[in-house]
């Protein structure tokens, strides 16, 4: 059901590559909700994914850029300005670690690939907010949201440096926060998203036990894309408007957990299993 939550509101989304990205979700569900946006996303991503299939959906056009390149931003802005003037919101899903990807662990990451998922998956958060700030692009109570995930406050098995670049992310919404809210009314949060069965996602190691184990944790269960998707439009909407600097659990409780019922009783199982032995 839509409520014109975002109607007449104006944005960009980064970061959809098919119909399993939660950006490719709110996409969806920002167009349903009323909403004009530009779709972007690098290059080289493109070429692997669907979002001009998105694009026709959603009745716009995808600008392709690079968030590690400050040229790909300033262009992207440029289009966004010469098509809406201002702009209502921002979407930042943007994550990639190649040390993730190539399996090395956090003790032995390589500093190349280390670089690289600092700058595309955090840095490139303040690039944008940054010259969109230089340019006065976003509308008074305009909102911009960045996801990202519980691994910044805690050590998870195998999430290795996106950890150290997801912490980063979130105090660039901080610090940015307090700077243009303080100027411009502008507000900037972080999602805490559950692990989700993402194309990304799918290829992190062990990620089916992940998702087990926090649903098992979570008394509400992990939440879906879909559902991420609904919660963001909220922060895009007008219902939000003193809501800034806040990274905002949407985990089905699991961040507040420390040990499940569910979760004990496949730990005794386990336990009895080895003694067993």
């Known amino acids: 059901m839509a409520y014109n939550l975002l109607k007449g509101k104006k944005g ?3 970061g959809a590559l098919n119909d399993k990205s939660i950006a490719w979700k709110i996409a969806e569900k920002a167009y349903e909700e009323g909403a004009e946006f530009i779709l972007t996303n690098a290059p080289v991503a493109m070429r692997y994914g669907e979002i001009k ?3 026709k959906q959603c009745n716009t056009e ?7 390149s400050m040229k790909d931003i300033e262009n992207l802005l440029d289009v966004a300005e010469k098509k809406y003037g201002k702009i209502d919101f921002i979407l930042h899903s943007i994550g990639m670690s190649l ?3 190539k399996g090395l662990p956090y003790d032995k990451v390589n500093y190349d690939y280390y670089h690289k998922t600092m700058d ?5 958060f303040h690039r944008v907010i940054q010259e969109a700030k230089k340019r006065d692009i976003m509308n ?3 909102s911009i949201v960045a996801l990202t995930y519980v691994a910044a406050q805690r050590t998870l098995y195998r999430y290795n440096d996106m950890a150290d670049a997801k912490a980063v992310l979130e105090s660039i919404a901080r610090s940015f926060g307090y700077m243009y809210g303080r100027d411009k009314n502008v507000r900037i949060n972080t999602i805490s998203q559950s692990p989700t069965m993402t194309t990304a996602g799918s290829g992190v190691k062990g990620i089916d036990n992940l998702l087990d184990f926090t649903e ?13 998707a609904d919660y963001c439009i909220t922060l895009f909407s007008d219902l939000t408007r003193k809501v800034t600097m806040q990274n905002l659990f949407h985990d ?4 507040s957990m420390g040990m499940s019922e569910r979760a004990m009783m496949v730990y005794n199982k386990s336990l009895e299993q080895e003694e067993e032995e």
């Open 252 to 255: 089905g409780g699991f961040s």
């Open 140 to 142: 008074e109570w305009g």
């Open 216 to 228: 098992r944790m979570s008394p509400l269960g992990n939440a879906t894309a879909e559902e991420c």
């Open 62 to 68: 995808v600008v392709p850029a690079d968030a590690s």
């Open 99 to 101: 040390n993730v990807r």
């Open 120 to 124: 595309i998956s955090a840095i490139s």
């Open 53 to 55: 299939e998105l694009a």
């Open 12 to 14: 960009i989304i980064f």
